[in-house]
């Protein structure tokens, strides 16, 4: 059975496309990524969110506008928040590492 994984972060240009990329070849997960800013490169929508089995947000914050915006779309959906700040650049190895510590236990 493939799971599918939603990681979100606000422009979807940093946190949440780098870690789509590094969970692409994980046996068994298919991944996406979106962003919730009006400016997002990809934002989140209804269909990504019924696609999603766990969704990844990366702040707090972020699951109050997830649910204000799409609440109804979220019912079926673990999410799951990684306390990852908006400090880090694309593919950053420090970003990389705490992608995979903090990931990895709810793909198991």
């Not at 068994?28 to 089995?53: C, I, K, N, R, Y």
């Not at 649910?67 to 079926?76: C, D, E, I, P």
């Amino acid at each position: 059975m493939t799971r599918h994984v939603l990681f979100v972060c606000s422009r979807n240009r940093l946190r949440s496309p780098t870690a789509e990329q590094v969970f692409a070849e994980w046996p068994g997960v298919e991944t996406a990524s979106a962003g919730l800013s009006p400016d997002a490169d990809a934002p989140v929508t209804p269909e990504l969110l019924a696609w999603a089995d766990t969704v990844f947000i990366m702040e707090r914050a972020h699951r109050a506008r997830l649910a204000a915006r799409f609440g109804t779309h979220l019912r079926h959906a673990r999410v799951v928040c990684l306390d990852i700040p908006d400090d880090y650049d694309f593919m950053d190895p420090a970003l990389v590492r705490l992608l995979q510590t903090r990931v990895t236990p709810h793909l198991r």
